[in-house]
């Protein structure tokens, strides 16, 4: 079995930044990759960013290139998703991924094997 608990979300104003931590846990976890979701009230749960850490490839949704930053410490078994000039669009329960699908897929949630419980992010205008 494997956890992930997320951590880091809260409310700021738009132009802000939060850092967003997942930490792994778990018998069978082997790390493998880590991606962040998220999932706005009346929306479609979307992928946001991702992280194998074989090359370290990092892939981005197109809404937060530039602005959000993916990384991992796999000593700590953590992904980390800083997050700066927030924007009230980006206000949404924030969850963290792994069992990773191949990297072409990264965005598709269906085919993840792990989550967290979420973390809500709140960004005011």
Not at 31 to 42: D, H, L, V
Not at 118 to 125: I, R, Y
């Amino acid at each position: 079995q494997v956890q992930l608990v997320e951590s880091g979300g809260g409310s700021v104003q738009a132009g802000g930044s939060l850092r967003l931590s997942c930490a792994a846990s778990g018998s069978t976890y082997r790390s493998n990759c880590g991606a962040w979701f998220r999932e706005a009230p009346g929306k479609a749960r979307e992928g946001v960013a991702a992280i194998y850490p074989g090359d370290g490839a990092t892939y981005y949704a197109d809404s937060v290139k530039g602005r959000f930053t993916i990384s991992q410490d796999n000593a700590k078994n953590t992904v980390y998703l800083q997050m700066n000039s927030l924007k009230p669009d980006d206000t949404a329960m924030y969850y963290c991924a792994a069992d990773c699908p191949h990297p072409r897929i990264w965005a598709d949630w269906s085919r993840f094997g792990f989550w967290g419980q979420g973390t809500q992010v709140t960004v005011s205008s």
